[in-house]
């Protein structure tokens, strides 16, 4: 079948066009004449897909991958301001104002909730001197319930794995209610 | 307790018991209010004395019960994995301590201290001796306590806490068993030293004093002295330690310290003249 709009060479693919009146119409043409009705989203044989995208040298990109740049430089900027603003949060205590670099230099929580904010450090420190690297001891009788700290401590595991982030946040806010430890700060490992 | 020294003793020295090597200790338990700031220190600094290590769980009992009262009015400070928390990380978990000041001339005498102090320091527990005005591990007194809380219970550290006291009781005693078996001349000499240099000297700070008592003390739990006993060393020995160098470092304050160290003197020159080595004594070294 000869193409549709040269009528010389044959015709190797559809091309759906638009016509006057407003009406679509279904054309077989070569691809020389697919290219010179569709420039940037037919490409002619023989050239590589960066020099199709990119342009050749010289060329100006086409309008569409300026447009899909900026949506993926916008993208990673996000998830570079969203990775800081989550390494500020650790960095200081909401409920004391320490520094993580002042309590590197001390050692010495400012309130409880330092040796949640800090726990990657003290974990660290007490693998050295102590017997192990959590509580085996009693627990106060006002201690919230180790159990169910377990148990949405698992919750919350499962739920970041999901990224349910929705969950999660409602996790650990439950969490930090009971006392116990936040999602930032996963449990170690028990060996 | 008792049964031990009895077996230790070789039968021809006098009895030496447990008691002379501790002079008592302490089991602490820290505490910090919940939802609140630490402060410099812990909050609450529980403690309960005990005399001897077969005295070590019942204080713990009072120590339960007086956190029990105290926690009904003010919950503490605790989480699940560091249990109870404290502006100190080596006080968290139990945020127990149980220390103990043991009197340790025998082992220092035959040069085994250094050794003691590393295993010591293996096992989790510290070691302090008393360092003033330049004089280093005075009177050899330590205060030795268990310096770990987490990853174990209560139950388990107030164990381990008497084993270590009581191979230490055991290594002391065993120390001065040697010290007249196999170094008499070395004792004889530091014991004589110290008596020469208290009948003899003309100014004397208390901590001087406290350093130059031990091995007088030694020879007085030991039974190779007239004219002292026990008591009364531990008597000078205390009075010395509870002492506080307050005096103001000024001319006026070196003058108040000269007056207090030629008092010191002058009591010492009198309590010491008619101290001296008993019948016994002159046999086992003779």
Known sequence: MKCEICHKAEAETVLNRKKKDGTMEELYVCKKCAHAERPHTERPSGESPEAFVFGKDGDDPPPFVEDLLKATLGFMKGIAEQGKKSEKKKDVCPACGKKRKDFMDDLRPGCPQCWHVFADVIREHLALSQYGVRHTGRAPDSAPNVDICAQLERQLKAAVRKQDFKKAAAIKRRLEELGGRPANNPPAEDK | MKSRAQRDDSGEYPALVARDVICGGEILAFRN????????????CLSEEWFSIDDIRPAYANLVEKESRLAAK????????????????????????????????????????????????????GAEGVNMDGIKNASHVFDVFTSASLGATEDEIIAHAERVFASLVRQELNARIRLVRELPRTFEDSVARALAILRECRLLSPWELLDIISPIRLAAVMGFLDGLTRQEADAIMRKQLAARD??????????????????????????????KWNRRAKEIFS
């Open chain 2, 33 to 44: 209010p919940h939802g609140e700031k630490f402060g410099e220190h812990d909050a609450w």
């Open chain 2, 74 to 125: 003010q919950p503490f400070a605790w989480n699940p994995e560091f249990g109870y928390l404290s502006p100190f990380l080596d006080h968290c978990g139990t945020g127990l301590l149980v220390r103990a000041d043991l009197h340790l001339e025998g082992l220092h005498l035959i040069g085994d201290m250094p050794p003691v102090l590393n295993a010591l320091y293996s096992v989790r527990f």
């Open chain 2, 246 to 275: 307050d005096l103001p470092d000024s001319p006026d304050g070196d003058r108040m310290r000269d007056e207090r160290d030629a008092d010191i003197a002058d009591k010492a020159n009198h309590r010491f003249a008619r101290v």
